[in-house]
């Protein structure tokens, strides 16, 4: 199974500060993780937009939100860290406005043929294809409101072949909502480290009982 997970935060960034050298110098990484982040040709910082890796993490961050992801499990627990170091410590006065995890996976399915499976599924619950219809691809989506945020649901074919199921579950956390009492274009005392270190691993295993669910109906 292949898995993505990243984090976004959502507020009024300031991209050009968010480069390895002032990581470094804010205490966030270390010279050697500066070096080799500087060595590398993808790293860019300009006024809209920068960009540059960790390790297995990539960091990225735009005028209205920042972003770190990685394919590796075990570096989870350090995006969560450094985004909770970087805007509690270094970068408290960043108005955030929201946050949000997304948990990416492509699983190979038991199914012979995905997109047909995930068709009659669909095919089922709507009734809109033609018995004989040969379905090439399949997205199936749910937004679902909640009194803190919005959970997304994408399940659909991936471009790794036929046999392989592609799920997205989107957990996106409004601040405004969490903090009663804050009005959304000041959300600027709270602490990001709590809401995270509460709602990631209840999201992470939500995500991950979602997804055997759904592989158990498909079989």
Known sequence: MNTL????????MNPPIHHPTWYRVAGLISEADEATALALPDTICTSQTS?????SINIQCHLNRWQAQSNEATAEKKILDLAADLFDDRLPHTPVTAFGFNFHSDVEGTAVNVPQVL????????QCLDEEADVKAVLLMADIESPLGTFRIHVNTSQQGNNVISFVFNYEYQVAK????????HCLQFSLRRFLEDRHPIDARDACERRQRIMNSLR
């Open 178 to 185: 969490m903090v009663p009492g804050v009005a959304e274009q």
């Open 51 to 55: 960009q540059f890796n960790l390790a």
């Open 5 to 12: 997970f990243s984090l976004v935060v959502v507020g009024h």
């Open 119 to 126: 068709g009659e599924a669909f095919q089922r619950s709507l």
